[in-house]
């Protein structure tokens, strides 16, 4: 279309001139929570028309993510959880059941249902396709979907005053409504529509949060556990950085516009006729995966993915570890980029990861247990057949969140602050993703950003899913709603996307029926509809404990912490249980019992005695028969540690008695898990002397 027709169309869209489609309430993004919000206008009786710029529908929920985050899924109600269900009965047909039976896979451990729930959370890509193309089906003539349209940067936002009349695509297509919803991933409506928002992380004190911001001491998930030099020519800081790396991470606590990971949840299956070898990508770059090498060569025997199964002998296979599939600090520029520049970090992630996987199962310089590992999984070819059975959706976890009058923060995933104007409930964890890889003052390389810390299920505020009325009062935004960066961490689960997906429609029903702006319905009558319509808006749940915390500074003595140690195993972290050293602590996960060990050595400044002092929190499923072995100047004396009982001295600390050292590195102390039953933890050593 030539440029002086799109110059008329959107000045004959300004006058009001311009013919367009019309609706009760247009909805931008096929997501998942844009499906819902189809189907709930449907449901109350009025006219949708949901606009997808791409050729598929359902954002995440259908490209790859099949395995359902969510924490406690009591708070997962209305439409979301109709789905689940759908899911159930889906499943529930034996000709579904092409590679294993259902019984077979409810004999497995690591799927996350019982089989005899009303729901089922795990699934294929194309099952969800099938249920939410039923699902829009039923509801009829009053959804009209359109694919294929993307909304023009520039100009495609028609408003009068604080209102918007019309949104035009870049084909020159209009829509018009009463209602406008933002159901995207990078909230391209909300942005153009003049509603603030931000991106990247805000500094702790923006809202007097802990988990916000530069999170260098907090990142100790998905890291590297030996030492990775990060230089083109090692040893040699003048030859400068390997890529994606950063000189330093910035100040910590900070805010910045870095955002979290993406990277995209491939369908992978271990049956040889359905499955793809990984192919080398045409552009490949070594230099791109040198980190990954020189980090298996370092030691690093972890397989670097998370295949969760589904159905069928598949998985949704997400990111884990130091170096695996979140293509880190590559994405910074995505949420506010034109679609030009969108489409090529898109591909860029893709190589990476293409890449990656041919690097971790056929290159010469990685272990053949890893090799064996990458090769027995690969691609399902009967998945996103139309390309080339890799996923149609990048895991945009996190774009631009608006700024409205209430901003979710940490303190409402902790529950120490509670909305009474609920429109659906969190539950997953404060999850962000590594955002940067920097080198440390000793010139190895690490990530940073990756936080997980526990919440309790909350209630999400009907503020933070519509705009200030100065800004729009006909737009509501139910993916990138009013959050903090750390908040938003939990709230940006698919489920929660599906539940303010419908709460934002029957929010915007309400405002035709009743005459009013988004901001002045009746939030009472709304909740009770969405109460009425099976959502959940909250139930009883104490607020989340402040989990403490020391650093090594405050405690007397030789501190040496479990990131210091020389382990083998131990590669489970925990930052949940209060009275931690540092960062957080290891433990076994109660698994390969004698196989794994931990071995603290303090490098001691003269001979003498020193008493010896573990750290550890103690809980009932710890092992009440730790052994735990001195070796000092007189021969090695064995402890056996109860880790169920809490620790007697000071700062956490458990003393295991007082010992003879020579100077030097001469002596250590060794935690094992060998004959143990339960989980054991390792944290710290003291060496105090005496």
Not at 98 to 112: I, L, N, S
Not at 220 to 243: A, T, W
Request: with cysteine.
């Amino acid at each position: 279309m030539s440029l002086s027709r799109i110059f008329l169309l959107h000045l004959l869209a300004a006058t009001g001139a311009v013919a367009s489609d019309s609706a009760d309430v247009v909805i931008y993004g096929g997501t998942s929570g844009g499906i819902t919000a189809a189907i709930q206008t449907a449901r109350m009786g009025r006219t949708a028309i949901l606009i997808e710029p791409t050729q598929f529908l359902g954002g995440l929920t259908t490209g790859g993510l099949g395995a359902t985050d969510i924490g406690n899924k009591r708070a997962i109600g209305g439409l979301s959880r109709e789905f689940y269900a759908n899911i159930h009965r889906y499943y529930s047909e034996p000709a579904k059941w092409r590679y294993q039976t259902r019984e077979e896979y409810f004999t497995k451990k690591h799927h996350g249902n019982t089989g005899a729930e009303s729901t089922m959370w795990t699934f294929e890509p194309h099952a969800a396709t099938e249920v939410f193309d039923a699902m829009l089906k039923e509801a009829g003539e009053k959804v009209t979907v359109v694919r294929g349209e993307r909304l023009d940067l520039k100009n495609g936002v028609v408003k009068q005053g604080e209102k918007i009349t019309q949104i035009i695509m870049e084909s020159g297509r209009a829509f018009s409504a009463a209602v406008f919803i933002d159901t995207t991933y990078e909230g391209d409506l909300m942005a153009k529509a003049g509603v603030r928002y931000h991106v990247g992380r805000e500094a702790n004190s923006v809202y007097g949060e802990t988990l916000n911001g530069v999170q260098v001491g907090h990142s100790i998930h998905h890291q590297f556990i030996k030492n990775v030099d990060p230089y083109v020519k090692p040893g040699d800081p003048s030859s400068g950085l390997l890529p994606g790396i950063e000189k330093d991470p910035g100040v910590e606590f900070s805010g910045d516009h870095k955002v979290q990971a993406y990277n995209f949840r491939m369908c992978t299956t271990d049956v040889p006729e359905n499955r793809r070898a990984w192919e080398k990508p045409a552009n490949y770059d070594e230099r791109w995966f040198e980190l990954a090498l020189r980090n298996v060569e370092a030691g690093d025997m972890r397989i670097s993915w998370s295949p969760s199964w589904m159905p069928n002998r598949k998985t949704d296979t997400n990111n884990n570890f130091a170096v695996s599939t979140d293509f880190i600090g590559m994405n910074w520029d995505y949420p506010e980029a034109d679609y030009e520049t969108r489409a090529k970090i898109w591909k860029a992630h893709e190589d990476w990861q293409k890449g990656l996987m041919w690097t971790y199962a056929y290159h010469p310089r990685v272990p053949e247990k890893i090799r064996e590992a990458f090769q027995k999984l690969g691609l399902a070819k009967d998945e996103f057949l139309d390309n080339d059975n890799w996923p149609r959706q990048l895991y945009v976890r996190e774009a631009r969140r608006m700024i409205s009058d209430y901003v979710m923060t940490e303190k409402n995933c902790r529950r120490q602050e509670v909305v009474p104007d609920s429109v659906g409930m969190g539950a997953y964890n404060m999850d962000s993703h590594n955002i940067q890889r920097y080198v440390t003052k000793e010139g190895y390389v690490r990530n940073e950003g990756d936080v997980q810390v526990g919440s309790r299920p909350y209630p999400i505020s009907y503020r933070s899913i519509r705009p200030k009325a100065t800004e729009c009062t006909n737009l509501l935004v139910p993916i990138c709603l009013s959050a903090s960066h750390i908040a938003y961490g939990s709230i940006r689960m698919e489920p929660v996307f599906m539940v303010l997906g419908q709460s934002a429609a029957t929010a915007a029903v309400h405002a035709i029926e009743q005459g009013a702006t988004l901001q002045t319905i009746d939030v009472t009558r709304l909740q009770a509809r969405l109460l009425q319509d099976g959502q959940v808006l909250d139930f009883e749940s104490p607020p989340a404990p402040v989990v403490s915390s020391f650093k090594k500074e405050q405690i007397p003595g030789i501190v040496i912490d479990d990131t210091e140690a020389e382990l083998h195993g131990f590669e489970a972290e925990g930052h949940t249980t209060s009275g931690f050293i540092e960062r957080g602590y290891r433990h076994d996960g109660d698994t390969l019992k004698g196989e794994q060990k931990a071995r603290f050595i303090p490098d001691l400044p003269k001979a003498g005695r020193y008493s010896v002092a573990i750290s550890y929190g103690a809980l009932g499923n710890r092992a009440n028969n730790v052994p735990v072995t001195i070796h000092h100047a007189e021969g090695e004396t064995q402890v056996i540690v109860n880790q169920k009982q809490k620790p007697e001295g000071k700062y956490n600390l458990h003393p295991l008695g007082t010992f003879r050292f020579e100077a030097g590195k001469a002596g250590w102390v060794l935690i094992t898990n060998e004959g143990t039953s339960g989980h054991v933890i390792i944290d710290a050593v003291q060496f105090s002397p005496q």
